[in-house]
């Protein structure tokens, strides 16, 4: 499943790294946790959970079956 998580990644960043900002995979559970770290911009931006919940988890719900959720670490 990482190597699915992190190609779906590889497909969000580009949106992230326009407004200065990235995203970096830290763990996938057996539990469908996925934990990441935001970076640059995208760390101290205040909108940051909205990206987090409606951007990346969306994303990865829908195209990698197994995740149940992601969570900023």
Same mark, same amino acid.
């Given at each position: /499943?990482?190597? +699915?998580?992190?190609?779906? *990644?590889?497909?969000? #960043?580009? !949106? *992230? +790294? !326009? ?5 970096? *995979? ?10 990441? #770290?935001?970076?640059? !911009? ?11 919940? /409606?951007?990346?988890?969306?994303? *990865? ?7 149940? !959720?992601?969570?900023?670490?």
């Amino acid at each position: /499943m990482k190597e +699915q998580v992190e190609k779906v *990644l590889d497909e969000v #960043r580009p !949106a *992230l +790294q !326009a407004d200065g900002g990235d995203v970096e *995979l830290v763990e996938v559970g057996d539990d469908g946790i996925v934990k990441v #770290r935001l970076t640059g !911009a995208c760390g101290s931006c205040p909108m940051s959970t909205v990206t987090l919940k /409606m951007g990346i988890e969306k994303t *990865l719900k829908d195209k990698v079956p197994g995740v149940q !959720a992601v969570v900023q670490v």
